[in-house]
Structures are given as structure tokens and as C-alpha cells.
T-cell receptor, first 114, second 116 residues
Framework: AQSVTQLGSHVSVSEGALVLLRCNYS??????LFWYVQYPNQGLQLLLK??????LVKGINGFEAEFKKSETSFHLTKPSAHMSDAAEYFC????????????FGTGTRLTIIP | EAGVTQFPSHSVIEKGQTVTLRCDPI?????LYWYRRVMGKEIKFLLH????????ESGMPNNRFLAERTGGTYSTLKVQPAELEDSGVYFC??????????????FGPGTRLTVL
């Protein structure tokens, strides 16, 4: 069975500072990895995904993540935080081909300090 | 194109009552998933439909939960009778059937269920 660990349920960064949200996964087979974002009163929106192509994945809104197999990590970064980045972020893994159910981490709430 | 919609957005019921949640997927999406997030915990998979058939219901908590997908279009999730631990946010997601390595799931805004 697969699992996801997100370190830090709450992260605060200053506007313009680096955003780093951590995600580690556990999987017995090569995984697909995802980052989703949820803004208030909205559904989850896919930020980016890793599907065994390039290990550095670029997503929307300037976010990117790097798949590191040796560290079983898929951390999310953005060079310069913007006020609009304040939201909750979820890391997820899927390994079931044909039934692509997602296994999520507990989420990280990102606060941007003006 | 309309996204995934869920109704109601909020529901407050008393223990022992019945509640039915509805999800309308994106038109043409054969895959429909239900997930639940209990407060402070991770979002957990409940079940997966392909068209009108249940592909995987391994995440359903118990037999108080019944999911249906009429004609492969919208889906309902009924909780009967509701218990306090059923409180949480119920998300629905849909995705197309395809040959790409992974079909993106599009999520609805969720239904917040509170059982008193």
C-alpha cells in the first residue's frame, strides 16, 4: 500500500520569499505523484503531476516539484511567494492503473505574510 | 464547460437521520470518484465508478453508506443512519477514460456534512 507524508500542517512565508512544501511518499511500485491546491470555498485544483517522464515538473502559477526517488520525495517549490498563493496544498500518490484513486497527505496550509 | 458540481454545499443533520449527497461530473467523464475528509485528517478515497458500475468500493466505511450512479451520469451518496463520525467534507471527482498514463481528476467544491 502507498502512503504520503506532508511535513508541516501550517507554513508561513513572507511575500516574495521562497515557498517550500515538503512531501514524502511510500510506494512499492513506481508512483504517479501530484500536488493539488484548494482555495477557500473551491474544489481541489491540480497544480502539477509526475508521471515518470522528467523528474523536474513545472506546474501552474510558477510552482514546480522535483521527483527524487532516492529520497522518496516530491517537494513543491516556488521562488517568490505571492499573496494569492495562500491556500491549502495536498500531495497525493496513485499507483493503481485502471483505477487511479488518489492517496493524499494531510495537507499543508500556506499563509503569506505581507 | 461546466466543472464538477456537488449539492448541497452544506448539510447539518442530527444523528440517526438520512442524508443524500449528489455529484454531477463533467459531461462525458466515465470515471467518478468519491472522497471524504474528516476534520484535521487526510482526504480518503471512498469509491470509484466507471460509468454506472462500481469499480472499487474498498474505501466505503460501512454499510450505512450507499453510492449509486444512475445511467452513468450523476451520482448520489446516501448515509443512513448518520453517525457523529460521518461529519466531514465529501468530495466528488471525475475524469475521462483514456489511454494516457494518468487521467487528471477534476474535483468538485465538496459538501460539508455536519452530524449533531
Amino acid at each position: 500500500a502507498q502512503s504520503v507524508t506532508q511535513l508541516g500542517s501550517h507554513v508561513s512565508v513572507s511575500e516574495g520569499a521562497l515557498v517550500l512544501l515538503r512531501c514524502n511518499y511510500s510506494s512499492s511500485v513506481p508512483p504517479y505523484l501530484f500536488w493539488y491546491v484548494q482555495y477557500p470555498n473551491q474544489g481541489l485544483q491540480l497544480l502539477l503531476k509526475y508521471t515518470s517522464a522528467a523528474t523536474l515538473v513545472k506546474g501552474i502559477n510558477g510552482f514546480e516539484a522535483e521527483f527524487k526517488k532516492s529520497e522518496t520525495s516530491f517537494h513543491l517549490t516556488k521562488p517568490s511567494a505571492h499573496m494569492s498563493d495562500a491556500a491549502e496544498y495536498f500531495c497525493a500518490v496513485s499507483v493503481d492503473f485502471g483505477n487511479e484513486k488518489l492517496t493524499f497527505g494531510t495537507g499543508t496550509r500556506l499563509t503569506i505574510i505581507p | 464547460e461546466a466543472g464538477v458540481t456537488q449539492f448541497p454545499s452544506h448539510s447539518v443533520i442530527e444523528k440517526g437521520q438520512t442524508v443524500t449527497l449528489r455529484c454531477d461530473p463533467i459531461s462525458g467523464h466515465d470515471n467518478l470518484y468519491w472522497y471524504r475528509r474528516v476534520m484535521g485528517k487526510e482526504i480518503k478515497f471512498l469509491l470509484h465508478f466507471v460509468k454506472e458500475s462500481k469499480q472499487d468500493e474498498s474505501g466505503m466505511p460501512n454499510n450505512r453508506f450507499l453510492a449509486e450512479r444512475t445511467g452513468g451520469t450523476y451520482s448520489t451518496l446516501k448515509v443512513q443512519p448518520a453517525e457523529l463520525e460521518d461529519s466531514g467534507v465529501y468530495f466528488c471527482a471525475s475524469s475521462p477514460q483514456g489511454l494516457v498514463p494518468y487521467n487528471e481528476q477534476f474535483f468538485g467544491p465538496g459538501t460539508r456534512l455536519t452530524v449533531l
